[in-house]
């Protein structure tokens, strides 16, 4: 039996050294990309052209609905919200996506839609563009490049909502409402379209909402007036801006906290130190402040899958949340579809889920509600009148006996 037990032993054969080094070599490769997989993510999605010699794709006509993802065909609502979607172009190619891009615009419909502006459906008549966002390259970059690419997709968002205001009854209260790359072209809106101490349209604005890209204070108080911060859930003409990550996030934490995009007085965007940048709690709807516990959370969705319009299943006190120097830090949800995924890009992509969904609903109509009220009692803002017009000649009329 001793000798049968030595046999078989003699007889199993070991690894080559060959398959050993290939083995170890695959560990290593795995580990490296573990590591280095953001800045895999970022080389693989660098445009190989500039962008001075890319041509664009060709602009959206906003007189067709084809260029709107949402438009509210009979408006049923008290308010108006127009929305400004989130990235979801994930190609080198250009630097800017045609709004046909079929897996662009399958993120949109399927992803970003449902879970960004679907706590806003039960509210307000929704209207959001599709335009030529920029790649989501252009995050990482404040080079020419990615500047001019955001502009560019500024540029579309501008176009349509003048469109979107031509067509809209001017006495209806609106929101705004921008995710990441959207929320950047909110914040253009409000420094062209929501300035001067006599403006109707602020004068009807419940609130701004940007969500999930750093607005900085000073960009703010650079409007005129000094445009403010929401600070309570009630608060209306406003702007609430958060970007929320889970504690392990630290090192996008840290980038958001160092540099960010702002819009000067010329229209042009600017790369600008990230510090004293706006946090308000969606938990506690004010600025900063202390831990809010779960018990504060109303619910987080995930949208994805359910019929755009349908209300997704709300899983109630899910996350506690806090500011930290500017960043909305958010507890780690058991649920994990409910979790910022960390492999290859999946952080800055559109996001499956919406962690205050059933909270931004709800805190939506409560400003829509005291806006309406506002506007019972407030002094009306009429249309500045226009520039003077010099007349040379004068005719005079005689008026008879």
């Known amino acids: 039996m001793a000798n049968l037990r030595r046999k078989s032993l003699t007889k199993r054969k070991l ?7 290939a083995g170890l070599l695959g560990s290593a490769l795995i580990a490296a990309a573990a590591v280095f ?30 260029a709107w993802l949402l438009w509210a065909e009979a408006p049923s609502k008290s308010i108006d919200v127009f929305y400004v979607h989130s990235t979801t172009y994930y190609r080198r190619r250009r630097w800017n996506a045609p709004i046909n891009h079929d897996d662009a615009d ?19 008549d929704v209207y959001g563009p599709r335009y030529r966002e920029a790649t989501v ?20 968002v501008r176009r349509a909502f003048d469109v979107f205001l031509s067509a809209r009854d001017p006495e209806r209260p609106l929101m705004l409402v921008g995710y990441g790359q959207g929320g950047l072209h909110v914040l253009g809106l409000l420094n062209q379209y929501f ?3 006599v403006n109707p349209l602020r004068h009807r604005l419940a609130a701004a909402y940007v969500i999930g890209f750093p607005t900085p204070a000073h960009f703010l108080n650079q409007l005129n007036p000094a445009f403010p911060v929401c600070e309570d859930a009630a608060s209306v003409r406003c702007l609430v801006s958060y970007v929320d990550y889970e504690a392990r996030f630290d090192e996008e934490m840290a980038r958001a906290r160092r540099r960010t995009l702002v819009w000067d007085q010329a229209g042009h965007l600017q790369s600008a130190p990230g510090d004293a940048l706006v946090c308000v709690n969606p938990l506690s709807w004010k600025p900063g402040g202390d831990y809010q516990a779960p018990s504060q959370h109303k619910g987080a969705a995930s949208a994805t899958g359910v019929g755009f319009g349908a209300l997704p299943p709300k899983i109630a006190r899910a996350v506690g ?6 960043i909305l830090v958010v507890d780690r949800p058991r649920q994990t579809y409910l979790r910022r995924s960390a492999w290859y890009g999946a952080k800055w992509k559109a996001q499956p889920y919406n962690l205050f969904y059933f909270d931004l609903e709800e805190n939506a109509a409560l400003r829509a509600a005291t806006l309406a009220e506002r506007l019972k009692t407030d002094p009306e803002i009429l249309a500045p009148i226009g520039d003077p017009v010099d007349v040379q000649d004068s005719p005079v009329n005689k008026v008879p006996n």
């Open 15 to 21: 690894p080559s050294p060959g398959l050993i080094a």
């Open 37 to 66: 997989q953001d800045s895999i993510f970022r080389f693989v999605m660098s445009p190989r052209t500039p962008f001075q010699i890319t041509p664009p794709p060709p602009p959206p006509e906003y007189g067709a609905r084809g």
């Open 106 to 124: 399958s993120i949109r419909r399927l992803i970003a839609a449902p879970n960004e502006a679907g706590p806003f459906l039960q509210v307000g």
């Open 137 to 156: 390259y252009s995050l990482f970059t404040h080079k020419y490049d990615g500047l001019a690419a955001q502009e560019l997709a500024y540029e579309d």
């Open 195 to 197: 300035q001067g101490e």
């Open 321 to 326: 949340a806090r500011c930290d120097r500017g």
